[in-house]
């Protein structure tokens, strides 16, 4: 007799197909395509450029820019400024910890094989966007408890964002780290523009590609950050409400398949992961 087949296990029969990228509510799903990678860090980056020029406007800070907030806790120290020093320090630490934070929850989900891995940490930014969105008239008023809680709070929502993207598009995207987009841009710059000479045994050629995709996120974090300096100096803090709703919109797809699953924060199965 010979052998009884053993069937697959169904997390290998049953694996979809990414979704359409037209259908932005899936976004954020696990299963990924390189348009939807480029669509949804495209979505990202207006949403981190408007919290950037705007939050610049609330607060009178940039939160999403590490090299700055470095740069200043050494002047700081220097200058004998302690207590800028120690806030500078904070403001960093809640980036990395809004990083760690991302680290943590898709970790955890894809463990537990929750299509919702990429989208429930934008659930969380959304949150605190629209906690900040609609309580933000009481920093004006209690300026001197809500405001350095307030770019703690941004610094956090930068560092957790720039994971998530960093993570689903292993490293190729990030909506945060624009000097590090207009770095490679001059160097495909550089490239496309090398005069390779017609007896050179190898050809210097530029990644288009690589240069279309960083591009359209530095275009789409500088479109962000007009609509967020017009949206903050017009309306307030209120304007950070349609960011939320972004988020929440592009993390619903995965989130509601689980939710309709059961599968909410289900034990993780038994066995090497």
Known sequence: MGAIPVPAPPQLLMRP??????????????????????????????????????????????????????????DHLVLGELGLAIAGLAALTA?????????????????????????????????????????????????????????LVLCFIMGLQNAVITKISNAEIRTTHVTGLMTDIGIELGKMLYFNRVDSPTKVVANRRKLRIHVTLVSFFFMGGVLGALGFKTWGYVTSVPLAVLLLLLASGPVAHDIRSGRIAPRPPAGPC
Request: charged fraction near 10%; include cysteine; charge should be positive.
């Open 17 to 74: 197909s990414p979704h359409p990228a037209l259908h932005l509510h899936w976004w954020t799903d696990i299963y990924r395509s390189t348009e939807a990678n480029l669509r949804l860090g495209a979505s990202l980056c207006i949403v981190a450029g408007a919290i950037n020029a705007g939050g610049f406007l609330a607060v009178g800070h940039y939160t999403s820019h590490m090299t700055g907030v470095l740069s200043s806790i050494a």
């Open 95 to 151: 980036f990395v910890g809004g990083a760690m934070t991302t680290a943590w929850m898709v970790n955890w989900c894809l463990r537990r094989r929750l299509r919702s891995a990429f989208a429930r940490p934008l659930l969380l930014e959304a949150g605190l966007l629209l906690v900040f969105g609609i309580f933000g008239a009481a920093i004006n008023v209690f300026a001197s408890l809500f405001m350095p809680l307030t770019v």
